[in-house]
């Protein structure tokens, strides 16, 4: 297993979930952790991203404000919406964040690792 994501559960809207991400394996060598979810019917989506060189984070706009992704691949999650219901899914890649034209891994294509998701509820 080179990923294992844990910290789901059911909270209500305005609560706060943190997930983990623990790596073993080749997935240690990646340069940047990142997280994605998938709401049922809907495709996997970008979270958060973070350089595991330098730190530097890359968040969607959807979460900007309420989600902290950190180094060690902890993903803090503030003010929750119903609407962050999902299976959230820690993965890593290979890919660099940029020095030159702002790029950060943001697509599930960039990411050569995953873990096997973790259902996050937020009831209204």
């Known amino acids: 297993v080179q990923l294992q994501a844990s910290g789901g559960g059911l909270v209500q809207a305005g609560g706060s979930l943190r997930l983990s991400c623990a790596a073993s394996?080749?997935?240690?060598?990646?340069?940047?952790m990142g997280w994605f979810r998938q709401a049922p019917g809907q495709e996997r989506e970008f979270v958060a991203a973070?350089?595991?060189s330098d730190g530097r984070t890359y968040y969607a706009d959807t979460v900007k404000g309420r989600f902290t992704i950190w180094r060690d691949n902890v993903l803090q999650m503030n003010s929750l919406k119903p609407e962050d219901t999902a299976v959230y899914y820690c993965?890593?890649?290979?890919?660099?964040?940029?020095?030159?034209?702002?790029?950060?891994?943001?697509?599930?294509?960039?990411?050569?690792?995953w873990g096997q998701g973790t259902q996050v509820t937020v009831s209204s």
């Open positions: 973070i350089s595991r």
């Open positions: 394996g080749r997935a240690l060598d990646s340069h940047t």
């Open positions: 993965a890593a890649s290979t890919w660099k964040f940029s020095s030159y034209d702002g790029f950060a891994p943001s697509s599930m294509y960039d990411y050569n690792y």
